[in-house]
């Protein structure tokens, strides 16, 4: 899930009554599994000393439990205090307490007053920065004292791993460039992801993201409007392919798709669909096309349209059995497409899928998103997007917008990038948790077309299938990385190369893809 910092502070507060377990050890497990994860890191050894940035409130008690922690295992710790001029928590003084309470020969504390205090530190190339300054609480910008702190931190060019949330950082809400932030390189967050971790213009500022258990726990009866979309979430979407099961009972998809300057992005959706379990897909493709077609893909039905060089339309009459639609991948923009997909959205009643020149269409006319079969599925990248719903000034605006925008209209709308995000007709947001940059590549959209056309001809409700299908076609991405490309030489070919072991490691329930 994806709280906010009010439905976090219930949680713990839920966790302390009902476990029942104390603010000061509940934070002494918060440190805990901080510091046996950031040891257990890759890469790191006995040599590497430590230097742990305290603040004067509860993400600075997390930080005294970590460096008292790494002192007892033997590693050289300075802990910096810096509290400014800020109220010592109950749960900051115990721990600090606790830590003076050790005689460690590794451990030194220092009283930061300035941040020229700071050069006094020796830093090594082995220096790891913790910064436990401040948390998730933080509600206005950091200045003076702070800022200068941070600034001061992040000139070092040391790894620097954050203690829940980076300090500077507005865990719900957009931070201007402009705030001083720690740029950290990885982030250990306790319990449940936050919102502005998963919002590209924090890319820097936040590093990798993970998510450590504390056992924290909400009320049986909580319900989040934000879910992160995991192994768990698609174990219970899935459905396994019925042992009987012919062409016929899995579906029959109608894609329209292609123009003379854009065939392969017809094949690729195309193949795709045909790789991720559908009976039958018919290709509606220009006429001068056609011939290619039973070369690159002898499976797919022809449909050739009237026109030679783009969509001018289809009759659907001509096709009783399809039950799901897919248009856009390489249509363009010609006014006898535009026309021709009008008269589709006008002739249809049950939810299609929409992509590409498609939406580029919609941004042009704007009054016919309204006439779209309610649990359509549109899939835009940013620039798309921005041309259907308009401008947003920062990443928090326009996911409100995505929200709005798909509530307004009762459409499922996938806004592509990283951490893909899904949202539904209900006000509902999924997150997807599987992808790399590599899939940042000409026809990769396109393949996800493909997979999302087979998922409704099979039957799956749009929203599940745009659940499922994002997380199935980035978990391919995934796996074509970790076989045989690199983030430079992934293609869109290469996750339908991959789509195989995707889908049956999904179906096996195995695979786990923390980020």
């Not at 599994?33 to 257990?40: A, G, H, I, P, R």
């Not at 982030?187 to 998510?211: C, D, H, W």
């Not at 056609?290 to 289809?314: M, Q, W």
């Not at 006000?427 to 599987?434: A, M, P, Q």
């Amino acid at each position: 899930m994806i709280l906010s910092v009010s439905e976090i502070r219930a949680a713990e507060a839920f966790t302390m009554a009902n476990e029942p377990i104390s603010s000061v050890d509940l934070m002494e497990r918060a440190g805990t599994v901080f510091t046996e994860n950031l040891l257990q890191y890759n890469g790191l050894s006995t040599e590497n000393q430590y230097v742990v940035l305290c603040g004067s409130g509860n993400n600075g008690g997390d930080g005294l439990v970590i460096a008292r922690l790494l002192a007892e295992t033997g590693h050289i710790v300075t802990v910096c205090l810096c509290y400014g001029s800020g109220k010592i928590s109950y749960e900051n003084q115990i721990n600090r307490t606790r830590l003076s309470e050790f005689t460690l020969e590794k451990l030194s504390i220092i009283k930061v007053k300035s941040e020229k205090e700071l050069d006094s530190i020796l830093l090594t190339p082995s220096t790891i920065v913790i910064d436990a300054l401040f948390g998730i609480g933080l509600s206005k910008p950091l200045t003076g004292y702070y800022a200068n702190i941070v600034m001061k931190v992040n000139s070092w060019l040391l790894p620097i791993f954050a203690v829940d949330t980076p300090s500077g950082l507005f865990a719900d809400q957009h931070t201007s460039k402009q705030h001083p932030c720690i740029q950290a390189f990885k982030t250990y967050t306790f319990q449940y992801m936050k919102q502005a971790f998963l919002m590209p213009e924090n890319e820097i500022r936040v590093g990798t993201a993970i998510v450590l258990d504390i056992g924290m726990d909400l009320p049986s009866d909580f319900v989040s409007d934000k879910i992160l979309v995991n192994s768990t979430i698609i174990s219970k979407i899935i459905q396994a392919i019925s042992k009987f099961a012919h062409k016929g009972s899995n579906g029959h998809g109608l894609l329209i798709a292609g123009n003379r300057n854009m065939p392969g992005a017809a094949l690729l959706a195309a193949k795709s669909a045909l790789r991720s379990g559908i009976g039958k897909v018919t290709l509606h493709i220009p006429d001068s096309l056609a011939t290619f077609v039973p070369f690159a893909i002898p499976e797919v039905i022809l449909s050739r349209d009237k026109n030679n060089f783009c969509f001018s339309g289809i009759d659907l009459e001509h096709f009783p059995s399809i039950n799901a639609i897919a248009i856009g991948p390489g249509i363009g923009k010609n006014p006898i497409t535009s026309a021709a997909l009008s008269n589709l959205i006008d002739e249809l009643h049950s939810p299609m899928i929409l992509d590409a020149d498609a939406l580029n269409i919609l941004g042009d006319n704007k009054t016919w998103i309204s006439f779209l079969p309610e649990n359509s599925i549109l899939t835009p990248h940013f620039k798309e997007f921005e041309r259907l719903a308009g401008k947003s000034a920062n990443d928090f605006e326009r996911m409100d917008r995505l929200c709005k925008f798909a509530q307004q209209h009762q459409l499922v709308v996938i806004l592509k990038g990283a951490n893909s995000m899904i949202a539904m007709p209900d006000g509902k947001l999924f997150v997807n948790t599987t992808g790399n940059p590599g899939m940042a590549t000409a026809g990769s959209g396109d393949v996800l077309t493909g997979i999302l056309l087979a998922l409704l001809a099979r039957g799956y409700a749009p929203e599940m299938a745009a659940i499922l299908g994002v997380y199935i076609h980035g978990l391919a991405g995934d796996i074509a990385i970790g076989q045989q490309q690199s983030t430079e030489s992934l293609i869109a070919s290469d996750i339908i190369e991959n789509l195989g072991e995707s889908w049956a490691t999904s179906g096996n329930r195995t695979h786990e893809f923390q980020k």
